[in-house]
C-alpha cells in the first residue's frame, strides 16, 4: 500500500510541479532578458549623453532606476526557480547535481557581480565622474550575458546531456565543463541572446510608440523609439538564421521533437512543409502544404529528399504532445519573421527620417511589436521545453522519474502564483509612481556633470515643456 501510495503521489505531484515551474520560468525570463540586453542600452544613452544629448542623458537615468525595479524582481524569481530544482525535481538534482552544480555557481558569481555594477551606477549620478559611471555599465552588461549563457547551458545539457558516463545507473567519470559546454550550449545561447534584444528592444520601444500615437512627436519619444529598435533590429534579421541552423541541431539529435514541430506522424522522405491545420490521427487535418517539393526535409537537412523520423519511431510512451508544439513552434516562427519584416519596413521608413513615425499604421505595429517579441520567446521556450518531453534529459532520465512525492505540489504552486502576482503588481505600481512624478517635472538622482550645464538644481533641458511633458515614464508613457 505504501508502494501504491508513493505512486500515486508522484503521478499527482507531475502536473503542478509542470505548471509551477512554467509559470515561474516564463515569468522569469522576461526579466533575465531584460537584464541581459537594457543596460547596453543605457550604456549607449549615457555615452551620447556625455557627448551633449541632455534628452539621452535624462532617458539613461530613467531606464537605470527602472531597471534596478526589474532587477530587484529578477533576483527574487531566480531564487524561487533555484528553490524550486531541488523542491520540484529531487531526482534530477540528486542524480545530476553533480554534473550541472557548476554551471548554476558560475551564474549566482556573475549575478552577484551584476548586482554590485548595478547599485554602484544607479547610485553614483551625483558622486562619479561622468565617463568613469558609464563604464559601471560594463561590467553589467558582460555579467548579465556571461550568466545567462551558464543558465541556458543547463538548459541545453537536457537536450543534449555531455560530461558523466552512466555506469548501471550510477553517474561517474563527472566533467562540469564539458557539461557546460554540451552539444546545443552555444546554438542554444545565441537563440536566447538574440531573443532578449529582441523582448527588450521591441517592448521599449512600443511603449513610446504609444505615446507618439498620442502626439508626442518630442526628442524623448524620438530617442525612446529609435534607440531600441535599432538595437532589436540586427537581432531580428539574424535570428531566422540562427533558428535555422538549432532546427538542424534538432533534426540530428532530437528528431522525435522535429517530428512533433513538423506534425510528421511517420517517417518519411521529401517531407512537405504544412502550415497551420490540427495533428489528428497521425496526420495533419486542415493544414495548408507550401507547394515546394520537400521543403520540410531541405530546411531540416539541406536536402529534398532526406529522410526525416516521424512520430512512429518512437512508443507512443515516448512522444511529446503534438499539437502544443507544433502550435507553439508556428507561432514563434509567424511572429519572428513579421518582426524581421516589420524591421525591413523601419529601414525603408529611415529614407525618409523627416517622417520616419508619420505612418500611424506603422507606429501602431510597433505597438504591437513589443507583446509579438514576448509570445514569440515563450512560445520559443514552450517548443523547446514540452517537445522534449517525456525526458527531462533527453533519453537519459524521464519527467515522471525527475519529480518529487510530495503531495503538497498545488499549494506550492498556488503559492507561487501570488508571489509572481503581487511582485508584478508591486513593480508595476513603484515603476508607474515613478513616471508619474517625472511627467510632473521632478527629476531626481540629478548627474553634477550635465553636457550643457545644471541650473536651479537640474539640467536645463529637463524643465522645457517637451522634457516635462513628454517621456510619461522610463519605459512607459504617461500620457
Known amino acids: 500500500m505504501a508502494v501504491i501510495g508513493n505512486v500515486f503521489a508522484a503521478q499527482s505531484a507531475l502536473l503542478p510541479a509542470r505548471e509551477q515551474m512554467a509559470l515561474t520560468l516564463g515569468s522569469h525570463i522576461i526579466l533575465a532578458s531584460i537584464g541581459m540586453s537594457l543596460p547596453a542600452m543605457i550604456f549607449y544613452l549615457h555615452r551620447r549623453g556625455l557627448r551633449g544629448d541632455e534628452t539621452a542623458l535624462e532617458l539613461a537615468k530613467r531606464w537605470s532606476k527602472v531597471a534596478g525595479v526589474l532587477f530587484a524582481m529578477g ?257 514563434m516562427v509567424a511572429l519572428g519573421t513579421s518582426l524581421a519584416a516589420l524591421i525591413l519596413w523601419a529601414a525603408w521608413r529611415w529614407r525618409r527620417r523627416p517622417e520616419f513615425w508619420s505612418s500611424r499604421w506603422f507606429v501602431r505595429a510597433i505597438v504591437v511589436s513589443g507583446p509579438a517579441a514576448i509570445v514569440a520567446m515563450e512560445t520559443g521556450w514552450v517548443t523547446t521545453e514540452v517537445g522534449r518531453q517525456p525526458w527531462i534529459v533527453q533519453g537519459v532520465m524521464r519527467t515522471s522519474d525527475a519529480v518529487t512525492d510530495a503531495g503538497y505540489i498545488w499549494f506550492t504552486f498556488l503559492a507561487s502564483a501570488f508571489l509572481y502576482l503581487a511582485m508584478g503588481v508591486s513593480a508595476f505600481a513603484v515603476i508607474r509612481s515613478m513616471t508619474k512624478r517625472w511627467a510632473s517635472g521632478d527629476h531626481d538622482l540629478i548627474s553634477p556633470y550635465g553636457p550643457s550645464g545644471i541650473e536651479d538644481g537640474r539640467p536645463a533641458a529637463t524643465r522645457d515643456d517637451a522634457g516635462e511633458a513628454s517621456i510619461g515614464s522610463a519605459l512607459g508613457s504617461q500620457q
Open 75 to 331: 533576483a527574487v524569481s531566480g531564487t524561487v526557480l533555484s528553490f524550486e530544482l531541488g523542491l520540484l525535481w529531487p531526482g534530477l538534482m540528486g542524480r545530476y547535481g553533480d554534473v550541472i552544480g557548476l554551471a548554476f555557481a558560475l551564474e549566482g558569481i556573475s549575478f552577484f557581480a551584476e548586482a554590485i555594477f548595478l547599485g554602484i551606477y544607479v547610485y553614483g549620478w551625483d558622486r562619479l565622474p561622468g565617463r568613469i559611471h558609464s563604464l559601471m555599465l560594463i561590467p553589467m552588461i558582460v555579467s548579465g550575458v556571461v550568466g545567462s549563457f551558464f543558465v541556458v547551458s543547463v538548459n541545453g545539457w537536457m537536450n543534449s546531456p555531455a560530461g558523466f558516463d552512466l555506469v548501471n545507473g550510477q553517474v561517474m567519470n563527472v566533467d562540469p565543463v564539458a557539461a557546460i559546454f554540451n552539444g546545443a550550449a552555444v546554438i542554444e545561447f545565441t537563440h536566447m541572446f538574440l531573443a532578449a534584444y529582441m523582448v527588450t528592444g521591441f517592448s521599449v520601444a512600443a511603449i513610446y510608440a504609444v505615446g507618439i500615437l498620442k502626439g508626442r512627436r518630442d526628442h524623448h519619444h524620438w530617442l525612446g523609439l529609435i534607440v531600441p529598435l535599432a538595437f532589436a533590429a540586427i537581432p531580428t534579421l539574424a535570428q531566422p538564421v540562427v533558428g535555422h541552423i538549432a532546427g538542424q541541431r534538432v533534426a540530428d539529435e532530437q528528431p522525435v521533437k522535429l517530428a512533433a514541430m513538423e506534425g510528421l506522424g511517420t517517417t518519411e522522405a521529401g517531407a512537405p512543409l504544412v502550415l497551420g491545420g490540427v495533428f489528428r490521427d497521425g496526420e495533419i487535418v486542415g493544414g495548408i502544404e507550401v507547394p515546394i517539393q520537400g521543403l520540410a526535409s531541405f530546411l531540416a537537412q539541406n536536402d529534398r529528399r532526406a529522410e526525416l523520423a516521424g512520430l512512429d519511431s518512437v512508443p507512443p510512451g515516448d512522444r511529446p504532445p503534438v499539437n502544443v508544439v507544433r502550435t507553439a513552434f508556428q507561432i
